[in-house]
């Protein structure tokens, strides 16, 4: 069992991992106007990747990089586009896309720096979001990576930092036509994007749920200082996954209040259907959150207990030889005159009355039941 124990810990500790932390983001230029495109995020050499997609009912196509070209296609009369862009590094390629769709100022701001809280802004004729998506990576740590989505009245303008992402089922249903995705606008693919992340939390969360109950294992059988190490980066974990998605319900719910008509009626239901998630995947966290608090004081009690059952055995051989050296102890004196010690029985007698002691003793702790 005991090996077993630390089998389940070691793959804890393997599962269990902060959220890959980025690199020093430097800030920028303190008293600079805002709307200042200035880039804040990690350097990166990479070309940025463009994505197209046109859908509407029977119709879909999808161009992958794209050049300038795509002005001409987006924003379309006759189509609903999305346009995916991947590598937020490059200033001069935001605000070109910028300058063509009117995006705010404010908004290519914030989409090169990307360390934005998640949040939910109106603009005039376009919405702007902020989520923070987690995705495992190919060494099997989190990811975490802001996307900011613009959404207009006929197209959908996304940003990603890095390539990679969880948005591949919608693409699937978009080239499929799987249910009512090409039969919506972008209000509904807005939809979509966001609900795939909010369900990425729960795969994430499961994860780490099930290495939690690992820890209880660990910690119930064979607590080590390697336990509390991996509680603490259970914790760290949990606290990055909270500022990443508290702020979602309060996006959502703004979302669903929108008045300015970008967000038809029915793609309303749906956001109130990522709201319930959202709230879910809190609960979760915080259920965790508790259970982690809780493992670190179970973690001390069970240390503390393993201290007090090595102090009573020390105690109970203690309590056990302390007569047997008080017998040794009169019988080892220098005096003169010792009656015992001339006695022809006086060594075998001294050694029945210790063991006779001995057994006494250990008889009165096992009828104590503190043996």
Partial sequence: ?????????????????PVTHI?????SRVG??????????VERSEPVALTLIDWKDDHFEEIHGIDSSWKDRVPSADFNSWLDVSGVHDVAIIEEI????????????????????PKFEPFDDQLYIVVRMLHTTEEGSVQEEQISIVLAKNFIVSFQQDPGDVFDPVRERLRQGKGVIRKQGPDYLAYALIDLIVDYYFVLLEKIGNDVQDLE????????????????????????YRKDIWPVRELVSAMTRDEGGLIKKRTTTYLRDVYDHAIQVIDL???????????TDLYLSSLSQRMNEVMQVLTIIGSIFIPLTFIAGIYGMNFAVMPELKWKYGYPAAWVVMILTAVGLLFYFKKRKWL
């Fill in 1 to 17: 069992m005991k090996n077993q124990v630390k089998k389940l810990g070691k793959l804890t500790r393997t599962l269990i991992r």
């Fill in 23 to 27: 690199p020093h983001i430097k800030r």
């Fill in 32 to 41: 600079a106007p805002p709307g200042s495109l200035e880039y804040t995020g």
């Fill in 98 to 117: 910028g300058a063509h769709l009117g995006l705010h100022p404010l908004i290519m701001e914030d989409i090169i720096h990307p360390n934005q809280r």
């Fill in 217 to 240: 294992m660990e910690v119930m059988d064979d607590p080590s200082k390697d336990t509390i190490h991996a509680i603490r980066a259970a914790k760290q974990t949990i606290i990055s």
């Fill in 285 to 295: 966290m915080e259920t965790y959150r508790d259970q982690l608090s809780g493992l």
